[in-house]
């Protein structure tokens, strides 16, 4: 059963800031590594994905991939109160689903 | 836009009852997922399938049984509800052969009193 663990449990930063949120997990295996973004009352969405090692970057939003590591973050650039949510880390577990971290609350203060 | 939806979207249930959560999605994707979210365990996935006619076990699926009738819809099923089933459930789609991404619907909030 792999292990996924966020860090930050919880962040408050300024808007406009930077948002720095980590994952490290345990399946040396997993290929696929998503960020999802859920607000309150509503479903996980899909923000992003991440499967080689490096650098992603969409918009305001920038994944970085470790495999040797076991690590991946997601940095939030010029962060919008819209951004305020729980953040999910969720690598592929073989075939069969995604496994979520436990997340990490963002909340922007305007 | 992928469309998974969920009924009933509320429901409170008397211990011992039996639970039906729906779960219906459009995008004709093969996999659909069931999971739970409760505060400091994330989501914690319950049941899975990979097409109609099959259900698998995920990680917690003690106290819980699933049905796949169709590539459409995916139901959980609490025969004996307990206080410890309080939760907010979550059903998800998607399509494993790729990218694992997965569409999620709104959500179900139970709570079993």
């Known amino acids: 059963q792999q292990k996924v663990q966020q860090s930050p449990e919880s962040l408050i930063v300024p808007e406009g800031g930077m948002a720095s949120l980590n994952c490290t997990f345990s399946?040396?295996?997993?290929?696929y590594f998503w960020w999802y973004r859920q607000h309150s009352g509503e479903g996980p969405k899909a923000l992003m994905s991440i499967f080689s090692n490096g650098d992603k970057k969409e918009g305001r939003f920038t994944a970085h991939l470790n495999k040797a590591s076991l690590y991946v973050s997601l940095h939030i650039k010029d962060s919008q109160p819209s951004d305020s949510a729980l953040y999910f880390c969720a690598p592929n577990q073989g075939g069969r689903a995604l496994i979520f971290g436990t997340g990490t609350t963002v909340s922007v203060s305007p | 836009e992928a469309a998974v939806t969920q009924s009933p979207r509320n429901k409170v249930a008397v211990t011992g009852g039996k639970v039906t959560l729906s779960c219906n999605q459009t995008n004709n994707h093969n996999n659909m997922y069931w999971y739970r979210q409760d505060t400091g365990h994330g989501l914690r996935l319950i049941h899975y399938s990979y097409g109609a006619g099959s259900t698998e076990k995920g990680d917690i699926p003690d106290g819980y049984k699933a049905s796949r009738p169709s590539q459409e819809n995916f139901s959980l099923i609490l025969e004996l509800a307990t206080p410890s089933q309080t939760s907010v459930y979550f059903c998800a789609s998607g399509d494993a052969a790729y990218s694992y991404e997965q569409y999620f619907g709104p959500g179900t909030r139970l709570t079993v009193l």
């Open positions: 399946d040396r295996n997993s290929q």
